[in-house]
Nanobody, 124 residues
């Protein structure tokens, strides 16, 4: 079975930082690009960042570019999202997912497996 489990979310003041983690089982990780998405109440799920299977290529949404860093450790089967200079508009449930296509495809349909999400709340 494919399982993705996010952790590291929480409540943080504006300007602060968080490091999100996504632990994957077996085939859920090896050989696949991975991505982070987020979804606020009443809003559609939106792309945040992605990373190629070997970590050589990364891609970021304009909304987080310069503030976010995605990385992965294929030995630990874990992908990370470091978020700095957090803003209230970053508040959302953050999901990690496994890509079925290109690292540059930002659509939800390009990802075939999803974690349960972790809540990030940024206070002003």
């Amino acid at each position: 079975q494919v399982q993705l489990v996010e952790s590291g979310g929480g409540l943080v003041q504006a300007g602060g930082s968080l490091r999100l983690s996504c632990a994957a089982t077996g085939r859920a990780f090896g050989g696949y690009a991975m991505g982070w998405f987020r979804q606020a109440p009443g809003k559609e799920r939106e792309f945040v960042a992605s990373i190629s299977w070997n970590g050589d290529n990364t891609y970021y949404a304009d909304s987080v570019k310069g503030r976010a860093t995605i990385s992965r450790d294929n030995i630990k089967n874990t992908v990370y999202l470091q978020m700095n200079s957090l803003k209230p508009e970053d508040t959302a449930v953050y999901y990690c997912a496994r890509s079925s296509g290109s690292v540059y495809d930002t659509s939800v349909t390009a990802y075939d497996y999803w974690g349960q999400g972790t809540q990030v709340t940024v206070s002003s």
